[in-house]
């Protein structure tokens, strides 16, 4: 762990502790309220868009798939190989949420990465503002003590790419299919 990353997880951490209001805030960003808020933010786009049935199921398809395989395939293989200790298991640290297991990658931010990049890829307004919700849960959980930035900067790094060639992979089967109807 480098001395940069430790360095700007107590000062993101520092932030907790001090306000019952502000740790609250942090909680409900990190982990109560605005990961689900994403969800519904991300559906009540999609079915209030002008998009037919079939764009709307396959951008929710392509984005749901997008997390699935970054937090629960490529997260979770990395864990099972790599045991990186949460933060407050090896420092003492403002904890304010429970948390277990390994911490990298943050499997938060694979997931809303992931989504937000595969969104992107469809809808470049929509997918900036979800970057911009997953950015503040993200760092929320930093904040909270249960993450490091390298575990945040891995599971971004990790969800967008999976983002990408699953949509990627998508769209050339998609072209594949229909090319060999038209032949």
């Known amino acids: 762990m480098s001395n940069l990353d430790l360095k700007i997880f107590f000062w993101l951490n520092n932030l907790a502790g001090h306000s019952k209001i502000l740790d609250d805030f942090f909680i409900a960003c990190a982990s109560s309220v605005l990961p689900y808020l994403f969800i519904i933010i991300l559906l009540l786009l999609v079915y209030f868009s002008r998009y ?14 997008s997390a699935f ?6 997260a979770e293989i990395i864990r099972f190989f790599y045991h990186h200790p ?4 090896t420092y003492p640290v403002h904890q304010l ?4 297991g390994w911490s990298f990658p943050s499997g938060h931010a694979t997931f809303f990465f992931a989504l937000a990049a595969a969104v992107y890829l469809y809808n470049k307004k929509w997918g900036w503002g979800l970057f911009l919700i997953a950015l503040i849960i993200t760092l929320s959980r930093i904040i909270v003590g249960v993450h490091y930035p390298s575990d945040i900067l891995g599971g971004m790094v990790i969800g967008m790419i999976v983002a ?4 990627s992979c998508f769209r050339k089967c998609r072209r ?8």
């Open 52 to 65: 037919s049935k079939k764009e709307k199921i396959t951008i929710l398809g392509m984005a749901f798939l």
């Open 69 to 74: 395989i970054s937090h629960f395939g490529v």
């Open 86 to 89: 949460r933060p407050f298991i």
């Open 97 to 100: 949420i429970p948390e277990s």
């Open 164 to 167: 990408y060639l699953t949509v």
């Open 176 to 183: 594949l299919a229909s090319h060999t109807k038209q032949a």
